[in-house]
Each structure stands twice: as structure tokens, then as C-alpha cells.
């Protein structure tokens, strides 16, 4: 999963890399986007302040779910992974 992932945004990075290039070549700045779309930096910094704003407690909410469940999860995942593996015969016992 990783491993798609970091494919994934590298790929990203590219073609922003690229079509980034091509719109500065072509004299397009990130001002005047922003001006054509009717907002301002001060509105879009609003914009992020706000967006944080609502997912930070949410997210803490969230971990307070998941985060105990996976740790029970993961401790007894573990253990019953290592009981299971201590009674395995070895080869040589096998033949």
C-alpha cells in the first residue's frame, strides 16, 4: 500500500510540476487565478483556518475510538500469532 501511495504523489508531483511550468510559460501566475476565481489569500487562509477548524476535533474523536481498539487488537493479535507459531513442529520432526 506504501508503495502505490508513494507512486501515486510522485506522480502528482510531476504533472504539477509540468502543467505549473506550462502555465507560467504562458504568463499565468497563482495571483491572477486566484483574483479570476473571485477569492482572495485572506478568504482562502479563512477558508483553511476554518476546514482545520472542523476536522482537528473530529479526528481527536475518531482516535479515541480506534486508536484503544487497535491496540487491543494488536497486542492480542500478537499474542495469539506467537502461540500458534510455538507448537509448529520443526521440519526435520515433519518427515
Same mark, same amino acid.
Given at each position: 500500500?506504501?508503495?502505490?501511495?508513494?507512486?501515486?504523489?510522485?506522480?502528482?508531483?510531476?504533472?504539477?510540476?509540468?502543467?505549473?511550468?506550462?502555465?507560467?510559460?504562458?504568463?499565468?501566475?497563482?495571483?491572477?487565478? *486566484?483574483?479570476?476565481?473571485?477569492?482572495?489569500?485572506?478568504?482562502? #487562509?479563512?477558508?483553511? =483556518? &476554518? @476546514?482545520?477548524?472542523?476536522?482537528? /476535533?473530529?479526528?481527536?474523536?475518531?482516535?479515541?475510538? *480506534?486508536?484503544?481498539?487497535?491496540?487491543?487488537?494488536?497486542?492480542? #493479535?500478537?499474542?495469539? =500469532? &506467537? @502461540?500458534?507459531?510455538?507448537?509448529? /513442529?520443526?521440519?526435520?520432526?515433519?518427515?
Amino acid at each position: 500500500m506504501f508503495n502505490r501511495l508513494t507512486r501515486t504523489l510522485v506522480k502528482v508531483l510531476i504533472a504539477s510540476l509540468i502543467v505549473g511550468t506550462i502555465l507560467a510559460h504562458f504568463g499565468i501566475t497563482t495571483d491572477e487565478l *486566484i483574483k479570476t476565481a473571485g477569492l482572495s489569500p485572506d478568504h482562502i #487562509g479563512d477558508l483553511v =483556518r &476554518a @476546514g482545520f477548524a472542523w476536522a482537528l /476535533p473530529n479526528l481527536a474523536l475518531g482516535a479515541l475510538a *480506534i486508536v484503544p481498539v487497535w491496540f487491543v487488537l494488536f497486542v492480542f #493479535g500478537r499474542r495469539a =500469532r &506467537a @502461540g500458534t507459531d510455538r507448537f509448529t /513442529p520443526p521440519l526435520s520432526a515433519v518427515r
